[in-house]
């Protein structure tokens, strides 16, 4: 049985259909993160400590930073499907929004790398630690106060450019929102809706990364 609301035109439906959306919408961005962080930590390393790497990489990460997300998402759906290449829509998107991520990761983490004195490691490595040993113990401790609000700031750009990947069929939040305006022609109520889900979403990981950046400052 469906209930409509007084003069909306939606019905008792529609909220499973946006929870869904909303469910779509952090399935995409928690697994476009894991990749891309991962990858981005890898790329980061390399490039600080490998001459060839950073030069191989450098159009990777240049491209990836520099052109709209919008415009990487329907140029890769385009090229793959010309080739034949077939995947869900998440899985293209974890794999676009996760290469993006990778690509800003990287450099984050390689600034934070770079960010650690050369007395620090001089001194590991004095101390009788070999290269791995002061990385772990030394270099990724400081690094890692130096990077993370930055790279919080790019895990909340992520989960609002989610909302791009409806382009490739992906229905997450805002485009399971989009539907349902075509359908209602309730767009004040609805954008207003998707908005607060964005800020609930998004304020408790910025709020967290404050106290969690207190705790770690030296």
Known sequence: MQFSFANQGLVWS???????GLFNTIRLAASATFVGTLVGIALGWLRTVSLTARIVTAPYIDILRSVPMIIQLILAN?????LGFGASPFWFGTIAL????????AEVVRAGL????????RSARSLGMNGLQELLYISMPLAFRTALTPWIG???SLIKDSALAGVVGYVEY???????????H?????LIGAGLFYFI??????RYSRRLEGRIVV
């Open 98 to 105: 996760g290469a993006w991520m990778s690509a800003v990761t």
């Open 78 to 82: 385009s090229f793959l499907s010309i």
């Open 14 to 20: 529609d909220a499973y259909f946006l929870a869904e």
């Open 201 to 206: 979403i998004c304020y408790p990981v910025s």
């Open 174 to 184: 805002m485009r399971s929102t989009q539907i349902l305006i075509t359908r209602t």
């Open 154 to 156: 790019l895990v909340l």
């Open 186 to 190: 309730e767009t004040w109520l609805l």
């Open 114 to 121: 770079l960010s650690v004195p050369v007395q620090y490691r």
